[in-house]
Structures are given as C-alpha cells and as structure tokens.
C-alpha cells in the first residue's frame, strides 16, 4: 500500500512516463556521440538531460510536489529547446522554431512567477498582501528577467565554447538582432500570462494558473501551516 498522503495520480504518471521516454530518446542520441568520439557534444547532452529531470530532481530533494502539468511543459520545452533545437538543428530546419520557442518560454516563465508570488501572498506565515496588478507585474518583469538571462547564458556559450546558440542572422553578424527579437517575444508571452492571471485574481474566472496553484496548495500543504 502507498503510504504517501498523496499517492500519484494518472497525471503523475503520465508526467514521469512523457519524461523517461524523453531521456531514452537522448539516450539513443548520447551513444552515438560517444562512438563517434564527439565528447564535448556528448557532454553539452548530459547536461540537457540533467536539465530534463531537474523537477523530479527538486521536488525529491525539497519534497515539494511540483504539479504535473507544469512538469510536463518544462520538459517538453528543454526537449524542444536544447535537445531538438540544438542537437537536431531545428533553428535551421525551421525559421519559426526559436519564435514558438521563445513565446513558449515567455508563457512559462511568467506562469512560475506568478505561482511563486501567489503562493507567498497567500501563505498566513509571511505578511504579505499584494494587490492583483502587482502580482502580474512580478510575473512579467520575472519572465523577462529569466529570459535576458538566458540570452547572457547564450552570448556566453559562443563565446567561451564556440557554439552557435545565438543564431545571428543575415547582415547581422554580431547576434544583437536575435537577441532583441527573442526579449520581445518573451515578454509577449509573459504579457499574455500576466494579463491572464490579472484577470483571474480581479474575477474568480476558472484558468490553468488557478488550477495549478490549487493543486500545488492541496499537494503541499506542510508549505501552508502556521
């Protein structure tokens, strides 16, 4: 008998299930880097892979019960991103690939931080009570902060370890271009989320965040005594 409080659910298995394939997949990838010798590559993909399972990862160490939908969505963008992206070369199969990437990464990034916030606001142990606005507003300057992040994570792979992960584009041999239009696209999609859980704290309506932050509330309630 499972003797957690919460035993898993159909979307915990589904979650894990999405995942393992996903590394499997990487898998079969790693093994032909090593026959042909191509180590650094091989590296960068351990890495990737390391990345795919940070969630299970932390929520083991911090015994934190991440909910699987977002679980979920993280490792299909660090597959999409970094392994498919990269490793496959779909930047250059497709030109709207980095677009629907970065939008991706703009709607993730403000729905985690706008969960972060909510939860502080809502937790009885911290005196905390911020107004909806304001709780969009972090999660959108906290999407576009992560992603500029991400763009000095980029600058800095090109130049310390000769890759390519800043896609410079035609007469615009310096990136500058690329860069810019990624933190626009970012902070689109992290608008969208912002303006969409505004709306959720102003009018009770029913939404994925809500859901989220519910299921993250009754699956962690250590997080919310007093």
């Known amino acids: 008998m499972n003797s957690s409080p919460h035993p898993e659910d159909a979307s915990d298995r589904a979650q894990r299930l999405i995942t393992l394939v996903l590394l499997a997949v990487m898998g079969v990838e790693l093994m032909v880097l090593l026959w042909r010798g191509d180590g650094l590559r091989a590296l960068m ?131 500058l271009t690329d860069t810019m239009w990624d933190l626009i696209v970012d902070a689109l999609g992290a608008l969208i989320v912002s303006l969409y859980g505004w709306r959720y704290l102003r009018h009770g309506e029913r939404s994925l965040i809500r859901d989220l932050i519910a299921r993250f509330v009754e699956r962690n309630p250590r997080l919310f005594r007093r």
């Open 45 to 175: 993909l351990l890495a990737v892979m390391t990345l795919t399972m940070a969630p299970i990862l932390v929520s083991a160490r911090f015994r934190v019960h991440i909910p699987p939908a977002f679980q979920t969505l993280v490792v299909l963008f660090v597959f999409a991103a970094l392994f498919l992206g990269e490793f496959r070369d779909f930047y250059h199969r497709y030109w709207w690939w980095d677009i629907a990437l970065h939008m991706s990464s703009g709607l993730l990034l403000g729905m985690l931080g706008f969960m972060l916030i909510y939860v502080l606001n809502e937790d009885p142990r911290v005196d905390l009570r911020l107004k909806p606005g304001f709780l969009a507003a972090f999660a959108f300057f906290f999407a576009l902060a992560m992603g500029a992040l991400w763009e000095v994570f980029e600058f800095a792979m090109d130049e310390l370890a000769g890759t390519n992960m800043q896609k410079p584009m035609l007469g615009d041999p310096s990136g």
